[in-house]
């Protein structure tokens, strides 16, 4: 349920529980005991049933949720899918949403210009949140949502002499430093906007990837190696910088996103719209091309299952099927067309 902050405090005599709702009003409830030890027993459950969403409609349930997973780094992708979603699920009780009010969304959304990728994630965090209160019992039985399919992942990559023109159209330090090291490292962008100096160990030539201040489960991060760029761009960064923290940062202050930079350095380069998950992409694609095996590639990418990195990256290498070809070699001489003979007839 609701992991909303509470503290166990005296209250006349006994122990009490007080917490704040999500409009800041303060609440008060005695847990009826003088001992700390039950109160600290009892106080989970009790917190829990006094925080239980009062309503059962799919917004009450999308708030509980919310408020239970306080801090993932999912929340913020689903303040935009909510958005598309309320209108038209939000007063709605999940046993009453069916395939043909999942089908509307998707038609109404696609004639608004968004595309199936972007639904399939909406009716996803849909279906998640109905599932949550199934197992919460909010919801008696999660109905079924119907999604469009998933696109195909895009192929995008950088060859060598793109990510080169790249890093030279960045006009600014901040944009540079970053393509240097989601180059250098495959790192996701969060990660390396989060990186700190105490995390580079330029004696032992590794950066740590990790955070250790994110406590909630995130998508997985390495510790790789600094190349001689990567050092070579951190020593430099670290000389010129004006915060003593960031690794990447603009007038001594964290960046929070350099996708604009990035944009005009691909326009400059001659180059067409680039992401930064484009440039974690080039680096695995680089990786595997030059005949790294998928385990080394998936600890630098900081996949906790090297068959996500097989299913994405295996295509890429030189070896790819290349003994199942082999074994369809057919000996069947010259291909080369016989001329007909002068002396026939």
């Not at 459950?45 to 059962?56: E, Q, V």
Request: some cysteine; proline content about 5%.
């Amino acid at each position: 349920m609701p992991k909303q902050q509470y503290r166990i405090a005296r209250y006349r005599g006994k122990f009490a529980l007080v917490f704040y709702d999500e409009r800041g009003d303060r609440h008060r409830h005695s847990l009826n005991t003088d001992d700390k030890g039950t109160a600290e027993r009892i106080a989970p459950a009790i917190y829990a049933d006094l925080t239980r969403p009062s309503g059962r409609d799919v917004e009450a349930i999308w708030k509980a949720y919310v408020a239970d997973h306080s801090g993932r780094a999912v929340l913020k992708t689903m303040e935009h899918t909510w958005k598309a979603l309320k209108d038209r699920f939000g007063p709605m009780a999940p046993e009453n949403i069916t395939i043909a009010d999942c089908r509307a969304h998707v038609d109404a959304r696609r004639n608004a210009g968004i595309k199936d990728g972007t639904i399939h994630t909406e009716l996803g965090h849909l279906r998640m949140v109905l599932l949550w209160g199934e197992k919460h019992k909010l919801v008696d039985r999660a109905p079924h949502i119907e999604r469009p399919s998933k696109p195909k992942p895009k192929d995008l990559h950088l060859i060598r002499q793109e990510a080169r023109r790249l890093i030279d159209a960045a006009d600014f330090p901040h944009v540079k430093l970053f393509i240097i090291l989601a180059l250098g490292t495959g790192a996701r962008a969060r990660a390396l906007l989060q990186l700190t100096w105490d995390r580079c160990d330029f004696e032992r030539e590794k950066i740590d990837l990790r955070n250790p201040e994110i406590t909630t489960p995130h998508k997985g991060r390495a510790i790789v190696p600094m190349n001689r760029m990567v050092k070579a761009a951190l020593l430099e960064a670290k000389r010129m910088r004006t915060n003593d923290i960031y690794v990447i940062e603009w007038a001594g202050k964290p960046i929070e996103s350099v996708k604009k930079g990035l944009a005009a350095a691909a326009v400059k380069a001659g180059l067409p719209k680039v992401s930064p998950h484009m440039l974690r992409h080039t680096a695995a694609v680089h990786m595997v091309e030059a005949g790294r095996s998928m385990e080394e590639v998936a600890q630098y990418l900081g996949h906790n299952d090297v068959e996500v990195t097989r299913k994405v990256y295996a295509r890429f290498s030189p070896n790819h099927l290349r003994e199942a070809a082999s074994v369809l070699e057919y000996d069947i001489g010259s291909l080369a067309p016989k001329r007909a003979s002068q002396n026939a007839g």
